[in-house]
């Protein structure tokens, strides 16, 4: 079970982004978490991923509250939670080629033997060929470098996956093949996944329950600053079509 | 022909003709530069002789066939003398460039990587080393040791590398925050690792420049040191020395013993500035600006 209890999160202590925000990802169980831009879903899966400290609240992993943070987490909590970001360019160093990018946990955890058999294992389950790997973030797509942002998430095979926003920027296609590839793996290993979005409709599919952001902190999220309500969808981006409801 | 440059947009026009001289900065630049290379290079081992040699018969003799730049007040070709002067002033230049720039990675990473207390620390000390004159502070750290090579560069090394710290701090701290770094850590890098791995190469290449543009900086504060008889010895005369040995000469209308190492250490320096500011405008080509030096 990964459990965020009462979360209060920012960047700044006089106004944080997430208040009182509370969710819980069993072991197996898909969970997306809807909310429109800005409402602070990025920061909460942050601190799913134990990359950014709460202000208050606690987060459990299979029980054990989790004390501290970023590089001073175990590394086996750390490493316990799998993360994928929404913009590959930004969370791919520039200077690694794809198979580097993959192995590099392993290389960070002292795992170098594995390379060669866990990389020659996710290429493929993630869709990237045998050309792709041997090329720098620069020399490929966007679609192409999220799929090997997957397989490092999946390298070293936690047990919970974080996609934060995964597909935003991708295609159709693209998007049902890492959705794939991330169930599965979840139909492999039994591990649990946070999707968070704000496409309904892929979520809906995707996960097994799907909260939205008003559920999981009691409050209705802001409206984009600068954004007036008429000009923008005449919908909050988190309410289902007519159709789904 | 006046039609059809009238009918060019201006914003054209003045975009190649920015292009070119930004060419021809390059390429004069760097025409110069291994020029200076080449002379430091190859003189001493190919032309034998002696810039040490006296010859009083020949003193304070004005710029001819037989000595192209003149000589000083003990019958020393200048040429020779600046050729040797400019090898001296380059080595201290670059060596303290690179002490320099190593020092100030190292400390601009270390406080931009551990952020917190630690940079806000780190940082104060070095506002408060910038804001003691730089030549004061040389002088003050070349007085505590004997007459070398290496206390000059130890002086200009310790005197310059605030600013590299500053510049890799701010590197740091812009690229601390990319999700590329959360990745890292999530896949268990610790903090060296995700530092040396991740942060360093990011930056070696702006600390490069850096360093690259230190360089005349560096010629500059060692030719003061030696004008004002702080820097090397004379045995071992920098071009800051040659200015200060001719200085005497210049009142009585001998003008060739200041100019010409004053030239030697102006041109040389502004081709190392010139080639390094191309190069920024290459890595860097939002940040347009003049010769920042």
Redesign the interface.
């Known amino acids: 079970m990964l459990e965020l209890r009462d979360i209060t999160a920012g960047y700044d202590r006089e106004a944080p982004v997430v208040r009182d925000a509370s969710l819980t990802v069993a072991r197996g169980e898909a969970i997306g978490l809807l909310g429109p831009s800005g409402c602070g879903k990025s920061t909460l899966a ?1 601190v799913a ?3 950014h400290r709460p202000e208050s609240g606690t987060v459990l992993l299979d029980g054990e509250p989790v004390r501290r943070w ?2 001073r987490a175990p ?1 086996g909590l ?2 316990a ?3 994928v ?1 929404q ?1 590959p360019r ?6 690694l080629r794809l198979a580097d990018l993959i192995a ?2 392993l290389r ?2 002292g795992r170098r033997d594995e390379i060669p058999q866990r990389v020659a294992e996710l290429a493929p389950a993630v869709g990237l060929t045998r050309d792709l790997l041997d090329r720098r973030p620069h020399e490929v797509s966007d679609g192409q470098l999220q799929r090997a ?1 997957l397989a ?2 999946l ?2 095979r936690p047990r919970w996956l974080v996609c934060d926003e995964m597909t935003a920027m991708l295609d159709a296609s693209t998007t049902a093949a890492l959705v794939a590839a991330v169930e599965d793996y979840r139909a492999a290993t039994g591990a649990g996944l946070l999707a968070v979005g704000h496409d309904h409709t892929l979520l809906r599919r995707w996960c097994d329950r799907v909260l939205r952001w008003q559920e999981v902190t009691g409050r209705i999220p802001p409206a984009t600053p600068g954004l007036p309500r008429t000009s923008g969808p005449q919908q909050p981006a988190d309410v289902p079509p007519a159709g789904d409801r | 022909m006046t039609c059809e440059s009238a009918a060019e947009p201006a914003w054209r026009s003045y975009g190649v003709r920015r292009r070119s001289t930004t060419a021809v900065r390059l390429r004069v630049s760097a025409a110069l530069v291994a020029v200076t290379v080449l002379a430091v290079l190859l003189v001493p081992p190919l032309v034998r002789l002696d810039q040490q040699t006296v010859d009083l018969g020949s003193k304070l003799l004005p710029p001819g066939w037989a000595h192209p730049f003149g000589t000083d007040d003990l019958g020393r070709d200048l040429l020779l003398r600046c050729v040797y002067g400019l090898r001296i002033s380059l080595l201290v230049g670059v060596a303290a460039a690179l002490v320099a720039t190593v020092i100030g990675t190292a400390v601009g990473a270390t406080a931009g990587a551990l952020g917190g207390w630690v940079d806000q620390g780190v940082m104060r000390v070095v506002d408060t080393i910038a804001s003691v004159p730089h030549l004061l502070l040389g002088i003050f750290i070349v007085a505590m040791f004997r007459p070398g090579v290496w206390p000059v560069v130890v002086s200009v090394a310790l005197t310059h590398w605030l600013s590299t710290a500053r510049i890799v701090r701010a590197e740091v701290l812009s690229l601390r925050s990319r999700p590329y770094i959360d990745a890292a850590v999530s896949g268990g890098a610790s903090r060296w690792r995700v530092a040396v791995r991740h942060l360093l190469p990011a930056v070696l290449p702006r600390a490069a420049l850096a360093a690259v543009l230190m360089v005349p900086h560096a010629m500059w504060h060692e030719s003061a040191l030696s004008f004002l008889g702080l820097g090397l010895p004379t045995h071992m005369a920098s071009l800051g020395n040659l200015v200060q040995g001719g200085r005497s000469s210049l009142l009585a209308g001998q003008w060739w013993p200041t100019l010409f190492p004053g030239l030697f250490i102006i041109v040389p320096t502004l081709a190392v500035a010139g080639l390094a500011g191309a190069w920024r405008e290459r890595i860097d080509p939002r940040r347009r600006s003049e010769l920042m030096l």
């Open positions: 942050r991923a134990l990359l970023r590089h590394r750390r490493t939670v799998g993360v970001f913009q930004l969370s791919a160093d520039p200077r590099e946990p960070a955890t942002c490092r998430a390298v070293l």
